[in-house]
C-alpha cells in the first residue's frame, strides 16, 4: 500500500471525476464559469465570496477539501469561515495557506499538498499497543457484534466449567473416571479465572493510564506540531499573526448590486471583513468556546497561546485523543475577569483555574448559527456550509425505536446533544438550507487514521462531485437573496406589531 509520501495533489484533482465535475460547470457557465453568479460580493480579479461553515468528521474531511477545491476552481473566495474538528483544520488552512497565484495553485491544491505529505496514521501517536488496537478495531467489521459474540461464548465456557467442576467432584468418590475430568475441568478453570484476572488488572491499569493522560489514547502531540509547521510556512506565529491574515480584506473588495442597506451607508461594503471562529467544548465549565475570540478568557497576553492550539482543542475527539487542557489560568487578574464576565457572564468565583477541551463536535458540529447576522437587511453574499453526512441510507427511512441496542442508543443519544445546537438553528431558519451542501459518506470510518490513498481520493471525489451538484441544481443567489429579504421584512413586521400591541397594553394598564 502506497504512503502518503508518494502521492501528489494531481492524484486527486486529475481523477476523472473531478474533471468531469469541472466540464459540467464550464458547459454550463461558460470559460472561466464567467455566467456563474452566487454573490454580490467581488475582489478586483472577479472572484466571488461566500461565507462558509464547514462540519467535523475525523479523516472523512478529506472530502471537505474536494468540495473547496470545486468551489475555488469556480472562481468562489470566502470570507467569514468556521468549522468544527475536521472541519476546523480546513478552515485553518484556508484562513493560513497562501494562494500561489504564480503557480494558479488555488488554496485548496496547497492544503492537498500539506495532505499528501503527511501520512494519516502518524497522528495516532499513543502506545505501539494502543495503535495496533486501533488498527483492529478500525478494520474488524461488526466490531462490537463481535465483542458481544466473544463475551458471551467466554461466559458460556465457564458456566460449562463451574458445573463440569460440581459435578466431577461430587461423581469422583463414586466413579473413578471423574477424577480425571475433575484435574481437567480444575486446571481449565483456573487458567480462564486467571485470564479474566490478568486482564482485569491490565484493564485497570489502562484505565489509569487513561486518566493520567487525559483520558485520551493519544497525546495529539503530531497533530498539532504539523499544524504548527504549515503556520510557521505561512508566516503565522502569534494569534496576531492569525487574526491578520483571517481578517485581511481582499484587495478591491466591491458590491455588484449597489442597491443594499440604507444603513450602510456610502460604503456599500461597510462590515463585510474575514475572519475566523473555531469551535471547541470545555467540559469543565461546560460551554462552547470560540477561538480566536475567547482566547483572552485563559491568558493576559497574546504570546501565552500558540493558535495551534486552538485547533488542536477542536478535534479532540474523546478518548481517541487526550483531551486538551489550560491550566494556571490568571483568574485573579481584573482583565481576565472582566473577559469572563464579558464572553460566557461569569463571575469571579466560578471562574476556574484550569480547562478541559474537547472535540467542539460535542456541543456544535455544524456552526452555522456564527455566520448570521439578523441586521442585515439586503444580503450581499451568502452563507454556504459543507454537511458530512455519514448516517446508512436505512437510518433515514427505517424506524429503529424499538430495535435500538445499548451501543446504538447511547449513540443516538449522544448525537441528539451535540446536534441541538445546529439543528435548533436551522429549524428556526430554515433558508440557511438553501446554501449548505451534502456530502454522503457513509461508507467510510470517520476514525480509520489509516485509510488508504485510493480511498482518500474517493472521498476527495464525492467532495468535488458534491460541490458540483450544488453548483449546478442547487444553489440560486437570486431566489436566496429574495428569500433572506422576505424573511427579514416578516419578522420586523412582527416585531413592530408586537411592539405595537405592547405599547396599546401598557396604556390601557396606565
Known amino acids: 500500500m502506497p504512503s502518503n509520501q508518494t502521492l501528489a495533489p494531481e492524484f486527486f484533482t ?8 469541472l466540464h459540467a460547470l464550464k458547459n454550463r457557465f461558460g470559460e ?15 472572484h466571488q465570496y461566500v461565507h462558509l461553515v464547514q462540519e467535523g468528521g475525523g479523516v472523512l474531511g478529506v472530502a471537505l477539501v474536494g468540495y473547496t477545491y470545486i468551489l475555488e476552481k469556480a472562481g468562489i473566495r470566502f470570507m467569514r469561515l468556521a468549522g468544527t474538528s475536521a472541519g476546523a483544520i480546513n478552515t485553518t488552512l484556508l484562513s493560513v495557506v497562501k494562494e ?4 494558479n495553485r488555488t488554496k485548496s491544491e496547497r492544503i492537498l499538498q500539506y495532505l499528501c505529505e503527511k501520512p494519516f496514521f502518524d497522528f495516532v501517536d499513543g502506545h505501539p499497543f494502543a495503535q495496533r488496537l486501533i488498527k483492529w478495531v478500525i478494520k474488524t467489521e461488526n466490531f462490537a457484534g463481535r465483542i458481544k459474540n466473544g463475551v458471551r ?3 458460556i465456557t465457564l458456566v460449562v466449567l463451574i458445573l463440569t467442576d460440581i459435578v466431577s467432584t461430587g461423581l469422583r468418590h463414586h466413579y473413578p473416571l471423574f477424577n480425571g475430568i475433575a484435574l481437567v475441568s480444575y486446571i481449565l478453570t483456573g487458567m480462564v479465572l486467571l485470564g479474566l484476572g490478568l486482564a482485569a488488572g491490565y484493564g485497570t491499569y489502562l484505565l489509569q493510564r ?3 493522560r487525559g483520558f485520551g489514547v493519544n497525546p495529539g502531540n503530531n497533530f498539532t506540531e504539523w499544524i504548527k509547521m504549515i503556520m510557521r510556512e505561512n508566516g503565522v506565529e502569534t494569534i496576531g499573526d492569525l487574526e491578520r491574515v483571517s481578517g485581511q480584506v481582499p484587495e478591491g473588495l466591491h458590491i455588484r448590486n449597489v442597491q443594499t442597506d440604507r444603513s450602510l451607508g456610502d460604503d456599500p461594503t461597510k462590515g463585510l471583513r474575514p475572519d475566523i471562529t473555531l469551535i471547541t467544548s470545555d467540559i469543565i465549565t461546560q460551554n462552547k468556546i470560540e477561538f480566536p475570540k ?18 488542536r482543542a477542536s478535534m479532540s475527539i474523546p478518548i481517541f485523543f487526550e483531551s486538551h487542557i489550560i491550566r494556571n489560568i490568571p483568574r485573579h487578574l481584573p482583565i481576565i475577569q472582566t473577559h469572563w464576565r464579558n464572553h460566557l457572564l461569569m463571575e469571579p468565583a466560578d471562574i476556574p483555574t484550569a480547562v478541559r477541551f474537547v472535540d467542539g463536535g460535542v456541543l456544535s458540529n455544524f456552526p452555522i448559527n456564527i455566520l448570521y447576522n439578523p441586521e442585515v437587511t439586503i444580503p450581499r453574499l451568502p452563507t454556504f456550509g459543507i454537511e458530512l453526512d455519514d448516517a446508512k441510507p436505512a437510518d433515514h427511512t427505517v424506524n429503529h425505536a424499538d430495535q435500538l441496542g445499548l451501543g446504538a442508543y447511547l449513540g443516538k443519544l449522544f448525537n441528539t446533544v451535540r446536534y441541538y445546537y445546529d439543528k435548533d438553528f436551522l429549524l428556526k431558519n430554515s433558508l440557511f438550507r438553501k446554501g449548505i451542501g451534502v456530502i454522503h459518506v457513509h461508507e467510510y470510518n470517520w476514525l480509520d487514521f489509516n485509510i488508504p490513498p485510493e480511498k482518500q481520493r474517493e472521498l476527495f471525489v464525492l467532495g468535488a462531485q458534491a460541490a458540483g451538484r450544488f453548483l449546478l441544481d442547487d444553489f440560486n443567489w437570486e431566489e436566496y437573496k429574495t428569500a433572506r429579504i422576505v424573511v427579514h421584512q416578516a419578522v420586523n413586521s412582527s416585531a413592530k406589531d408586537f411592539r405595537g400591541v405592547s405599547d396599546i397594553l401598557t396604556k390601557q394598564k396606565k
Not at 14 to 21: G, K, L, Q, R, Y
Not at 32 to 46: A, F, H, P
Not at 294 to 308: G, I, K, S, V
Request: aromatic share 8%; glycine share 4%; charged share 30%.
Open 14 to 21: 486529475e481523477a476523472p471525476e473531478v474533471t468531469a465535475v
Open 32 to 46: 472561466n464559469y464567467r455566467d456563474l453568479v452566487v454573490s454580490d460580493t467581488l475582489d478586483k480579479d472577479g
Open 100 to 103: 500561489d497565484k504564480a503557480g
Open 153 to 155: 461464548r467466554l461466559a
Open 210 to 212: 487513561l486518566k493520567n
Open 294 to 311: 475567547m482566547w483572552n478568557l485563559f491568558r493576559e497576553h497574546q504570546h501565552e497561546l500558540h493558535p495551534a492550539e486552538f485547533v
